[in-house]
Structures are given as C-alpha cells and as structure tokens.
C-alpha cells in the first residue's frame, strides 16, 4: 500500500449527504437536547464524567421499566415468550449498568471532592426511575415516594407502582390461573406493602423445578426472575463498593449513611421462594 497515495472519500455515491430540510439523526436522537443536558455545577474537570455516567444510567433504567412494565403485561395475558425477551433485555441492560461503574471508579476521592459540595443534597437516592424499578420488581416502601412530592409527575408514577401488583405479584396471580394453589392471601394481599416470603409459595414453585418438563414455560419464568435479581444485586454491590472506594464511610449527599445504607438493600430479595427452593 502505498502510504503517499491519499485514501479515497468513504462517502458512496447513494449516501444523503444534503440534509437540509430533511429528518436527520440528530433531529431524530433531538441530540441537541441531550448533548446540551450536561451542565455542570464547578468548573472541575471530572464532574462532566459524573453527570454522563449518571445520565447513561437513567437511560438505562427508563428502558428497564419499559420493558418489565411490558413483561408485567405479557404475564398478565397468560403469554410468556414476550415477557421472556423482556427480562433477557433487562439482564443485558444491567450489564451495562454495572460497566458503568467501572467508568466512574477512575474518580478518586480527591477528583469527587473537588465538586462533592457543589451538589447539595442532590442524590442517587432521588432517582424516581431507580424507586420506579424497585416498586416494579416488588420493592415497596410508601415512605420512597416522600422525595418525590414536589413533583407532580414522578409523584404520580410512583404513587400508581407503589399501589398495582409487581412483577412478582403478576407471576403468582400466573400460577394460580394455571392451578397451582397460591394461598388466598398471598392473591388479594396489600400491593403497597413489601412481599414476605410464603413457604406454600416455595413448595409450588419447587414443585414446578421436580417437574420442569412438564411445567417448562413457569420453570423458564422462575429462572428469568432469577436472572434479574441476580444482575441487580450485582448492580448493587458494586454501586457500594464504588461508593466505598471513593468516598469511604462518609454521609451520603442526600443525608443517607452511604455505603451502611447501600449495604441494607444487599439482603433484601425480590422473590425470596426462588432462592429459598434451592436449598430444597
């Protein structure tokens, strides 16, 4: 090859390259809105990697409540194989969730306090997408929709998770449909309070792993469940550690104990039987 030949244009002769008055990619992504949202608080140099690390992951979770909303929907109707491509997304989804912390431990704890202060009490903790998916996935706790009364909307749509069946609840309402014996209580239980473990819950979902053949669909259902906590709880470990590793055991910004508290959500379990069944 020779290097002094200049290489020729990659621009093909079919390409749109007279744009104007058209519907472009940027006009599409409105990249002018989302390139403009990045705003800092300092003149700090790593606090534009601390709001886009923060902005990417909001994308993230507002696709994860789309898709576990259609999963709850699909769950509903007694029609699984869309809800399974649902909860696969969501896994991959928290795969990069969790890469993103990796991004912001290059932060040390001198680069984060240079700009920590100008934050206020803005914080992770404020997140009504992050409340949005834990109500979804079974976490309940009235006293999470508090932060968010000053605003209308998000209010609202905490408010209606917090009050419908999760997830889980729609997984349970399933097996009942199909003749399994979930105790009443379990079917008509207060949806705003968060779901205790049932052991006649556990001994239906046991049976369906003796007889996974002949239950598939539930078996295949059960394991995805599994499959989005397991990746949560990964999520939340490492926010902790990443926590930890940049600011130690200092308060949170929003008034939390920081890492104590994010150690609490480690031993909270969305569907408890289907881990409790292992043991079994």
């Known amino acids: 090859m020779d290097s002094n030949k200049i290489p020729e244009s990659r621009v093909e002769a079919g390409m749109h390259v007279d744009l104007a008055g058209q519907h472009t990619y940027g006009e599409y992504l409105k990249l002018d809105l989302l390139l403009a949202a990045q705003q800092p608080v300092s003149q700090e140099h790593d606090e534009v990697a ?13 696709l994860v409540a789309h898709e576990i909303e259609a999963a709850i929907v699909s769950i509903r109707a007694d029609h699984l194989p869309p809800a399974f491509k649902s909860l696969a997304r969501v896994t991959r989804i928290q795969e990069q969730l969790i890469t993103a912390w990796d991004v912001l431990s290059t932060m040390t704890p001198a680069d984060y306090l240079a700009f920590r202060s100008a934050l206020g009490p803005a914080s992770g903790f404020q997140s009504y997408q992050y409340r949005l998916v834990e109500f979804r996935l079974g976490a309940k706790d009235a006293n999470m929709v508090l932060p968010h009364r000053h605003d209308t909307l998000a209010h609202g749509k905490l408010t209606a998770a917090l009050n419908e069946p999760s997830l889980y609840d729609e997984a349970l309402r399933l097996l009942a449909r199909r003749g399994h014996p979930v105790p009443k209580e379990v079917l008509d239980r207060d949806f705003s309070q968060p779901y205790l473990s049932n052991p006649w819950v556990r001994d239906i979902w046991l049976s369906i792993y003796h007889k996974s053949q002949e239950h598939f669909d539930l078996y295949e259902l059960a394991e995805e469940l599994v499959d989005v906590e397991d990746w949560f709880q990964q999520w939340r470990f490492r926010h902790m ?25 480690l031993e909270r379990s969305f569907f408890p039987e289907l881990w409790e069944l292992r043991t079994f």
């Open 50 to 62: 601390f709001i886009i690390i923060h902005h990417v992951q909001e994308l993230w979770l507002k």
């Open 241 to 265: 550690k990443t926590v930890e590793r940049i600011i130690g055991y200092k308060s949170g910004t929003g008034g939390s104990s920081g890492v104590g508290y994010l150690k609490t959500a």
